[in-house]
């Protein structure tokens, strides 16, 4: 009731940082006014106006070290204010930044000219001379951090210098040395800067922490935009040399009428070794699979593949479509009254190796030396600076 009809002299104020817990009922019979943080600009005007009622002296760039450490508040800047005057008047900004216990603003411009020059003796010496002098290593990266975001800004929006906190000075003079360094690596830097901050917070060796960020940002020159990548794979793949076909298709029969003569192999070629080839040169996708079995001779003229214990291959290799094709592929390269058995039975076979790489049959290996000479891999291992792992056979398209 009291707060329905307070009395007249009565006004009541209520200050929270979570308007949204606030209930509606209170809500609708209360005026509400947002506070947010005021510009740089407005309270270094202020402190100013400050400082001539006072009638003391301040150092140039002491008013906008104060604005810039009181982040938008102005009864901190002026608590700040308050200390430095305490001190003295005349106070440079050296001496303003030793009381402030904040980073010296120009080891934060000599680390980022170092970032953006890919110099380590610049960022290293800076955070030399920042441990040195006992300075706060967070509130340095936190700078850091500042000065990248508004250099982003300028790039991406010149015309809205109001939103960038830097100097005109200072942020002609880093832009002039950025006019280089792609939009992608300043978001990049600046994301890593910002995953940084939790890093040297959390270590317990802070310097080391905040060196070894600094180097990996000094690597981030050598990396290609992925655009760039895609432009030369793709210049890759039309610069290609035309690359035999390993499964050529047949000309189709003059006369499909008049048999086929028996295919001729050399001596011993009618193996169960050669009968895998075989099958891998007419279809390479059951080669595939008949690759992971063990095919071996039978009773009479029957050839069994084993799928070395392999319910699934077995299931695979026993429908019906599939064992089709296999009994009339064993009866062309065996001859005719040759027949097809397929036994689940058997051990694993033993992985092929070639060096550090493990294959599970010959035919896996083959392929994996014939990929590596393919020139789009090579093209690809190279950019990418990484290593071929593994190849998988599809299915053959019409016009492959």
Same mark, same amino acid.
């Given at each position: 009731?009291?707060?329905?009809?307070?009395?007249?002299?009565? /006004?009541?104020?209520?200050?929270?940082?979570?308007?949204?817990?606030?209930?509606?009922?209170?809500?609708? @019979?209360?005026?509400?006014?947002?506070?947010?943080?005021?510009?740089?600009?407005?309270?270094?005007?202020?402190?100013? @106006?400050?400082? =001539?009622?006072?009638? /003391?002296?301040?150092?140039?760039?002491?008013?906008?070290?104060?604005?810039?450490?009181?982040?938008?508040?102005?009864?901190?800047?002026?608590?700040?204010?308050?200390?430095?005057?305490?001190?003295?008047?005349?106070?440079?900004?050296?001496?303003?930044?030793?009381?402030?216990?904040?980073?010296?603003?120009?080891?934060? @411009?000599?680390?980022?000219?170092?970032?953006?020059?890919?110099?380590?003796?610049?960022?290293?010496?800076?955070?030399?001379?920042?441990?040195?002098?006992?300075?706060?290593?967070?509130?340095?990266?936190?700078?850091?951090?500042?000065?990248?975001?508004?250099?982003?800004?300028?790039?991406?929006?010149?015309?809205?210098?109001?939103?960038?906190?830097?100097?005109?000075?200072?942020?002609?003079?880093?832009?002039?040395?950025?006019?280089?360094?792609? /939009?992608?690596?300043? =978001?990049?830097?600046?994301?890593?800067?910002?995953?940084? =901050?939790?890093?040297?917070?959390?270590?317990?060796?802070?310097?080391?922490?905040?060196?070894?960020?600094?180097?990996?940002?000094?690597?981030?020159?050598?990396?290609?935009?992925?655009?760039?990548?895609?432009?030369?794979?793709?210049?890759? @793949?039309?610069?290609?040399?035309?690359?035999?076909?390993?499964?050529?298709?047949?000309?189709?029969?003059?006369?499909?009428?008049?048999? /086929?003569?028996?295919?001729?192999?050399?001596?011993?070629?009618?193996?169960?070794?050669?009968?895998?080839?075989?099958?891998?040169?007419?279809?390479?996708?059951?080669?595939? %699979?008949?690759?992971?079995?063990?095919?071996?001779?039978?009773?009479?003229?029957?050839?069994?593949?084993?799928?070395?214990?392999?319910?699934?291959?077995?299931?695979?290799?026993?429908?019906?479509?599939?064992?089709?094709?296999?009994?009339?592929?064993?009866?062309?390269?065996?001859?005719?009254?040759?027949?097809?058995?397929?036994?689940?039975?058997?051990?694993?076979?033993?992985?092929?190796?070639?060096?550090? %790489?493990?294959?599970?049959?010959?035919?896996?290996?083959?392929?994996?030396?014939?990929?590596? %000479?393919?020139?789009?891999?090579?093209?690809?291992?190279?950019?990418?600076?990484?290593?071929?792992?593994?190849?998988?056979?599809?299915? %053959?398209?019409?016009?492959?």
């Amino acid at each position: 009731k009291t707060l329905e009809e307070p009395p007249p002299h009565v /006004v009541f104020v209520l200050a929270t940082t979570d308007p949204h817990k606030v209930p509606l009922t209170v809500l609708s @019979r209360c005026q509400r006014y947002d506070f947010r943080r005021i510009p740089a600009a407005q309270i270094v005007d202020q402190l100013e @106006r400050v400082a =001539q009622g006072e009638g /003391v002296e301040v150092q140039p760039g002491v008013f906008e070290m104060v604005a810039r450490e009181a982040d938008g508040s102005l009864r901190d800047a002026l608590s700040l204010l308050e200390q430095v005057l305490a001190l003295g008047e005349g106070l440079d900004a050296d001496e303003v930044l030793g009381l402030l216990g904040v980073a010296d603003r120009r080891l934060v @411009r000599s680390a980022a000219t170092g970032i953006i020059e890919c110099d380590p003796d610049r960022c290293l010496g800076a955070v030399n001379e920042l441990f040195g002098r006992g300075l706060d290593a967070r509130r340095f990266i936190q700078d850091l951090s500042s000065l990248f975001r508004d250099l982003m800004v300028l790039r991406l929006a010149p015309n809205t210098k109001n939103l960038a906190q830097l100097d005109p000075e200072e942020a002609q003079e880093l832009l002039a040395r950025a006019e280089g360094l792609p /939009v992608d690596t300043l =978001q990049m830097i600046l994301d890593l800067l910002l995953l940084g =901050q939790e890093e040297v917070r959390r270590s317990l060796v802070p310097r080391l922490a905040l060196e070894v960020l600094l180097l990996r940002l000094l690597r981030l020159g050598d990396l290609v935009p992925i655009s760039e990548v895609l432009a030369r794979v793709d210049e890759a @793949r039309r610069e290609e040399p035309r690359v035999p076909d390993p499964w050529p298709t047949p000309a189709p029969e003059e006369d499909p009428g008049e048999p /086929v003569p028996p295919r001729e192999l050399p001596e011993g070629a009618r193996s169960p070794e050669g009968f895998m080839d075989f099958v891998s040169a007419k279809d390479p996708t059951l080669g595939t %699979k008949l690759a992971m079995c063990e095919v071996r001779e039978g009773a009479g003229r029957a050839v069994v593949l084993k799928c070395n214990g392999s319910t699934l291959l077995y299931e695979m290799l026993s429908e019906a479509p599939v064992k089709s094709r296999l009994a009339a592929y064993v009866r062309e390269f065996f001859g005719e009254g040759a027949s097809l058995e397929i036994d689940q039975t058997g051990e694993p076979r033993p992985e092929v190796r070639e060096g550090e %790489k493990s294959f599970s049959t010959d035919l896996e290996r083959r392929l994996y030396r014939d990929a590596l %000479k393919h020139p789009l891999v090579e093209e690809a291992v190279r950019l990418f600076n990484g290593e071929l792992v593994k190849v998988k056979v599809g299915e %053959k398209e019409e016009g492959d």
